[in-house]
Each structure stands twice: as C-alpha cells, then as structure tokens.
C-alpha cells in the first residue's frame, strides 16, 4: 500500500454547508487573526463597531443587488437559522402582526 502525506479531501454536497474554494478558505483562515489590519478577527469585533458594520452595510448592498431587492425593502440580518425563519413565515401572514 502506497501512503502518502496528502491531505484528504472531502466534498459536502449535504444541506446547510457547502463546498469552498480553497483560496476563499485561506482568506477566511487568515482574517480570522487580523481582518483588513484591525489586529483582531470579525468574531471578536463589536457588532457596533466601524470595522463590522462596514461588513454588514456591504452586505445588505450585495444582497439587494444580487436578488434585485427594491429600494422601498430593507434587509434584516438576525440569528436563529431555519428555525427563526418557519417561525417568521407564520409571523408574515398575520394580518395585525404578532400577538
């Protein structure tokens, strides 16, 4: 048997994550010491902070852009995952909104 000191590779086609491009990896790996020269990673940083709503703001921007949001929408970000996002389904077509 041949061993050989190349690292596996594995491919996750499941739900939820996905496949990264090794460069898009390394560029994570890297940012998670100093992003963009702050000297500290986006987990670290204050969701207030310049450094982190910079982030959000280009996001919100790519994401109209890229599903072709109109302008009279706003992008809400809020943790919770599929879960929060059944719950808010329900929560949409309640004519006097939540109780």
């Known amino acids: 048997?041949?061993?050989?000191?190349?690292?596996?590779?594995?491919?996750?086609?499941?739900?939820?994550?996905?496949?990264?491009?090794?460069?898009?990896?390394?560029?994570a790996a890297a940012e998670m010491m100093d992003y963009d020269g702050t000297g500290i990673s986006v987990m670290e940083m204050s969701h207030r902070g310049k450094a982190f709503t910079t982030i959000a703001e280009k996001c919100r921007s790519d994401?109209?852009?890229?599903?072709?949001?109109?302008?009279?929408?706003?992008?809400?970000?809020?943790?919770?995952?599929?879960?929060?996002?059944?719950?808010?389904?329900?929560?949409n077509l309640l004519e006097d909104g939540p109780m």
Not at 3 to 10: A, L
Not at 21 to 27: C, D, F, M, R, T
């Open 1 to 27: 048997m041949v061993e050989t000191n190349v690292p596996k590779t594995v491919y996750n086609f499941s739900a939820g994550p996905c496949c990264l491009p090794k460069p898009v990896l390394a560029q």
């Open 63 to 91: 994401i109209k852009t890229l599903l072709a949001v109109p302008d009279n929408f706003t992008i809400f970000m809020f943790q919770g995952g599929a879960s929060m996002q059944f719950a808010a389904i329900c929560y």
